[in-house]
């Protein structure tokens, strides 16, 4: 599976993220897992690009990686029936929004999010959420 970001959405991402200190979780919300309250992730909302801190317990839930021309990024493996094996993060349109390709299957969703939580404290939620178990 890989993610190729256009320029635009490349600029858009890297006005936010810091790979040092932070990854990437791209959400295909199906209502499975503690960022739904902190991260604001509805349905109205298909697909969010999601930056959290690095030290944040994202594994137990986003523990699949996909690999991005802006680095690795992670999914949760339920969500994978969701995506295409190759696909495009692109502008959408001149008003700047980000639409998600599939090379295979055309468009897959014409509105993707960036959100940066970084300032979320994850930890506290994930502690009081019943999900897979950390092997």
Known sequence: MYIELD???????MNNFDPKTQVVLLAAEDGISPYNDP??????????????NSD???QRWFDMPVETNAGTWYIKATSKSLLADKMQLRKK?????????????????????IKDATSVDIAAYDANQNGPEIH
């Open 7 to 13: 320029d635009y959405a490349m600029n858009r991402l």
């Open 56 to 58: 944040a317990p994202y």
């Open 39 to 52: 991260l604001d992730i509805t349905m109205e909302t298909s697909f969010t690009i999601n930056i959290v």
């Open 93 to 113: 349109n001149n008003f700047g929004g980000l639409a998600l390709d599939s090379v295979e299957q055309g468009g897959l969703v014409e509105s993707v999010a």
